[in-house]
């Protein structure tokens, strides 16, 4: 007995990772089971008994009261299980009812001490067909079943008796950790956060281990950076040497690219912590992307040789007429993955590789790391013709309609198509799913062979897609690391990256997203540094409407940022009379500063904005359609520093006197 419980408490001590495990599983069961998922388990012998048990606890309770979830025992329904085993053999008992049951978002569970049960290999491949999440739990690894399942939790034990011991500690957790998500009272955790004695240690049993450390939550982009640069022009007339556009430059913006951009709008949407372990050269252009970054990104730096790639897109009338590449001959090459890089990946809530064909994902060292992670980390890859293939068991791979068609091997833009150039892709990269992004279309979603489904844009949208597919793998990898499913990771990747197209893409402003500046001058300056302009405008927005909002909408699109200019209380009771304002100066620049079209609001006590314009000094000042043709106060101010005033359409009927009358009808 003293030597089997001392095997006992040395397995518990070395099994914080399928603690871990156990943890994300039933959060994301909590996710999946409530919107209409099932969970299907099995095992044989014992391990049979611990996926019945699961089943049972998730059908009726845990500890506190809750909503049944759909789960079922396959080994449980004895009569299918004799006449599947008469007809078609014993391999095929659990293999056969999951192809009956199984559906594109379940989750199928299967329970092995060894991992190479011929009858749960069988219903792992099966159900990966069928579209559902493999999960396994295991004794010691490497072992077939660990190898086919999508998620495996893996007990680093010889002894079979211990490993299905813990594998029922794991099955509580699983339940702890569902109900904890879904808000149910457990009230031993109440109990454990009231102080009790120091219990004695008993003198046979090896000192309890130490508490596992948090996980950090972070979003660990990996990948190829890029120095991006927009040169903006004007093109009127052609060469006189033959039919090219001369384009007259106006102004130049660089912004982070690559794995870089990947990283910025991560930091500036998810909420979470975000790393970019990435090769950066210690050169010019390399210099300025460290500047460039989002000030939430962390740089892991990888040690290399070789030079920053430069990328210019020369711009004209709002489109890209050409593009410069420069990487001096050579992009970077990997010296050395430091020990920082390595805790980095291993800490991550989700890891996104962004690969842009610089040789970050050939390296063997990344890779063997990669694969390591696949295990237990959802990643993300976003792959690159000239980049290395995405390591097996990805969670999601993303290749974009052209990517797929070229990678598989099969033209085809229709859907049919693509279903089967993101199936041979599957087979081939044995990915978990993949995504093919189709722009405007939406995304095309797999996991196998007849279960693709279509997700489309929430609306249709024109404009700069540069950074659309950052964006989409972004808010992937994002949703991933807070437990949803592919499907619903899928689904808030296509809106999110609906929204950046629809706000301006990386064009719209001062970083490729809006983002907080809570000094103006700081932002001011931000948007002058990269070449961008400064927009303003001004009024009391006293009672905020569709023109208010028709206005500032228009006034952002013809710039790189917008500064509010709100008169104050005692500025709108001189120009609008007692009883004015309707709200105070703080609630409208709270309402105003909510807006994505305004990145700041300035208030100012004069009747004329005059002196507050002296200070921001912006290259547009906007007023409202109603003022078109008129000469106003601030149009030789602007003039005086290059400025210029301009006018925007705006709705008719829609005024804030105009809704304060209609009120007292």
């Known amino acids: 007995m003293t030597e089997h419980v001392r095997r006992l408490t040395a397995a518990l001590q070395s099994s914080d990772a399928a603690w871990e495990t156990a943890h994300r599983w039933g959060r994301q069961l909590a996710r999946s089971l409530p919107a209409g998922a099932r969970l299907l388990a099995a095992g044989n012998g014992g391990s049979a008994a611990q996926a019945q048990h699961l089943t049972a606890e998730l059908v009726g309770r845990y500890f506190g009261e809750r909503r049944p979830l759909s789960a079922l025992a396959l080994h449980a329904e004895t009569s299918s299980m004799t006449a599947i085993a008469n007809d078609y053999g014993a391999d095929e008992v659990f293999a056969r009812q999951v192809e009956a049951h199984a559906r594109p978002g379940d989750v199928c569970m299967f329970l092995s001490t060894s991992g190479r049960s011929g009858n749960l290999l069988a219903a792992a491949r099966r159900a990966r067909e069928c579209g559902a999440s493999v999960w396994a739990m295991t004794g010691c690894r490497p072992n077939p079943l660990a190898e086919l399942a999508d998620d495996v939790l893996a007990v680093d034990c010889p002894d079979t008796c211990t490993v299905q011991e813990l594998h029922l500690i794991a099955v509580h957790l699983v339940c702890e950790a569902l109900d904890e998500a879904l808000g149910v009272d457990l009230p031993f955790r109440a109990a454990a956060s009231e102080p009790s004695p120091p219990a004695p240690e008993p003198a046979s049993v090896a000192a309890p281990a130490q508490p596992r450390r948090a996980p950090t939550g972070a979003v660990v982009v990996v990948g190829d950076v890029v120095l991006d640069v927009d040169v903006h022009a004007t093109a009127d007339r052609l060469t006189p040497d033959g039919p090219a556009p001369v384009l007259d430059e106006q102004h130049r913006v660089d912004r982070p690219g690559g794995?870089?951009?990947?990283?910025?709008?991560?930091?500036?949407?998810?909420?979470?912590?975000?790393?970019?372990?990435?090769?950066?050269?210690?050169?010019?252009?390399g210099r300025r992307l460290r500047e460039?970054?989002?000030?939430?990104?962390?740089?892991?730096?990888?040690?290399?040789?070789?030079?920053?790639?430069?990328?210019?897109?020369?711009?004209a009338g709002g489109v890209t007429v050409a593009r410069l590449d420069r990487a001096g001959g050579t992009t970077a090459r990997i010296d050395a993955v430091p020990p920082e890089a390595v805790a980095a990946l291993r800490s991550a809530a989700a890891v996104l590789v962004s690969d842009y064909g610089g040789g970050t994902t050939t390296d063997e060292r990344m890779r063997k790391l990669l694969t390591e992670l696949a295990a237990h980390t959802p990643i993300v890859w976003d792959p690159h013709p000239r980049g290395g293939a995405p390591i097996p068991g990805a969670a999601l791979v993303t290749p974009n309609a052209k990517e797929a068609a070229r990678l598989s091997g099969h033209a085809g833009e229709q859907l049919s198509a693509v279903r089967a150039q993101a199936e041979e892709l599957l087979s081939r990269w044995r990915a978990r799913?993949?995504?093919?992004?189709?722009?405007?279309?939406?995304?095309?979603?797999?996991?196998?062979?007849?279960?693709?489904?279509?997700?489309?844009?929430?609306?249709?949208?024109?404009?700069?897609?540069?950074?659309?597919?950052?964006?989409?793998?972004?808010?992937?990898?994002?949703?991933?690391?807070?437990?949803?499913?592919?499907?619903?990771?899928?689904?808030?990747?296509?809106?999110?990256?609906?929204?950046?197209?629809?706000?301006?893409?990386?064009?719209?402003?001062?970083?490729?997203v809006r983002t907080a500046h809570e000094d103006v001058d700081e932002l001011l300056a931000s948007v002058r540094a990269r070449g961008g302009t400064v927009v303003a405008t001004g009024g009391c927005f006293d009672l905020l409407h569709a023109g208010h909002i028709a206005t500032l909408e228009a006034a952002r699109a013809l710039g790189n940022c917008l500064v509010v200019c709100l008169n104050s209380d005692d500025s709108v009771r001189r120009l609008k009379g007692e009883g004015r304002p309707l709200q105070p100066a703080a609630d409208r620049a709270r309402l105003l500063a909510a807006l994505a079209a305004v990145d700041a609001v300035v208030e100012f006590g004069e009747d004329t904005p005059v002196a507050v314009l002296r200070r921001l000094r912006p290259d547009l000042w906007v007023k409202g359609g109603d003022y078109?043709?008129?000469?106003?106060?601030?149009?030789?101010?602007?003039?005086?520093?290059?400025?210029?005033?301009?006018?925007?359409?705006?709705?008719?009927?829609?005024?804030?006197?105009?809704?304060?009358?209609?009120?007292?009808?």
Not at 470 to 499: I, K, M, Q, R
């Open 292 to 315: 460039l970054l989002h000030p939430g990104v962390e740089l892991v730096a990888l040690p290399c040789t070789g030079s920053t790639p430069v990328k210019t897109r020369l711009r």
């Open 433 to 512: 799913a993949v995504a093919v992004t189709l722009g405007s279309r939406g995304a095309l979603l797999s996991f196998g062979t007849g279960s693709a489904a279509v997700v489309p844009t929430p609306t249709q949208v024109a404009g700069d897609t540069c950074g659309a597919g950052d964006s989409f793998v972004a808010a992937a990898a994002a949703a991933l690391a807070d437990g949803a499913l592919p499907s619903e990771a899928v689904a808030a990747a296509v809106a999110a990256a609906t929204d950046f197209v629809a706000a301006g893409g990386v064009t719209r402003g001062p970083d490729p």
């Open 628 to 665: 078109a043709g008129a000469e106003l106060p601030e149009a030789e101010l602007l003039r005086s520093w290059g400025g210029e005033v301009v006018t925007v359409p705006y709705l008719p009927g829609r005024s804030t006197s105009g809704l304060v009358e209609l009120s007292r009808r």
């Open 259 to 285: 794995a870089a951009l990947a990283a910025t709008i991560a930091a500036a949407t998810t909420g979470r912590p975000v790393r970019l372990v990435a090769p950066l050269p210690d050169d010019e252009a």
